[in-house]
């Protein structure tokens, strides 16, 4: 079964800075459009951004546009997401999936529509 890895989460301060990164392993991200999502005890997953599989096309929620950018490494087969100036709000478990058919487009990058679940990787935004 593919799952997908997250990684680079941490403990920071407000206004800091983190990048996460998804791997995987066994498995080609080339030709998926890969999602980050997050869930924040007692909420649902949300959709944080994605990008398209050629990378061409990025996506964001308004809350983190203009902090957040994702970015993708097809010759690494990863992707990332830089997270600058965050915020306590932005504390949650992050997680990366790639969409359930090749070459499909973001679109509103809704939870169901995403496969490969990892067992993400916390981000803690505290003073």
């Known amino acids: 079964q593919v799952q997908l890895v997250e990684s680079g989460g941490g403990l920071v301060q407000p206004g800091s800075s983190l990048r996460l990164s998804c791997a995987a392993s066994?498995?080609?991200?080339?030709?998926?459009?890969i999602g980050w999502f997050r869930q924040a005890p007692g909420k649902e997953r949300e959709g944080v951004s994605c990008?398209?599989?050629?990378?061409?096309?990025?996506f964001y929620r308004d809350s983190v546009k203009g902090r957040f950018t994702i970015s993708r490494d097809n010759a690494k087969n990863m992707v990332y997401l830089q997270m600058n100036i965050l915020k306590p709000e932005d504390t949650a478990v992050y997680y990366c999936?790639?969409?359930?058919?090749?070459?499909?487009?973001?679109?509103?990058?809704?939870?169901?529509?995403?496969?490969?679940w990892g067992q993400g990787t916390q981000v803690t935004v505290s003073s």
């Open positions: 999936a790639h969409l359930n058919t090749p070459l499909g487009s973001c679109g509103d990058y809704d939870v169901p529509d995403f496969r490969s």
């Open positions: 066994g498995f080609s991200l080339d030709g998926y459009a």
């Open positions: 990008i398209s599989s050629d990378g061409a096309d990025t």
